[in-house]
């Protein structure tokens, strides 16, 4: 089973950038636990400040026939990018949308969401844990 992990701008600073609200874990070292914790799931991550680039990767990622599904955070691009949930809505693997914090307790800004209508669902304020959450899902959808 293979499952991606598609995050956008600014994750690739998590662990360096507020630890208040993304830990001090860096995402490499997350993917690193999860590859160790879930042996049996080939995971791929992706990630990518610039908005062309993640569309561009998910409709390469809808054309893998292994894959199971998409745990996509688009970071601030979840708020503004129209694009990506219109790529988001164009393809057949389900993708989860995916914040390490509670989007709806931050800025009035960020609880728009363009991804969420076309996403299998949505998971916010676990910190990293919202990937795991969104990796038990995929496991377990048929």
Known sequence: MKIAIVNGPNL??????EKDIYG??????????MKQG??????????????????NTLHELDKEASLKGILLN???????????????????KPVIEIHMSNIFAREDFRHVSHLGKHAIGS??????ESY???ILKLMNQS
């Open 38 to 55: 879930f042996p049996q799931i080939d995971f791929a991550y992706y990630q990518s400040n610039v908005e062309g680039d993640l569309i």
């Open 123 to 128: 998971i916010s304020g676990f910190g990293m």
């Open 74 to 92: 688009a970071g601030a691009y979840t708020h503004t990018s129209v694009a990506i949930g219109d790529a988001v809505a164009a393809i057949d």
């Open 12 to 17: 690739n600073l998590t662990g360096k950038r």
């Open 24 to 33: 001090s874990k860096s995402f490499e070292e997350f993917v690193a636990d």
């Open 132 to 134: 795991l959450l969104g």
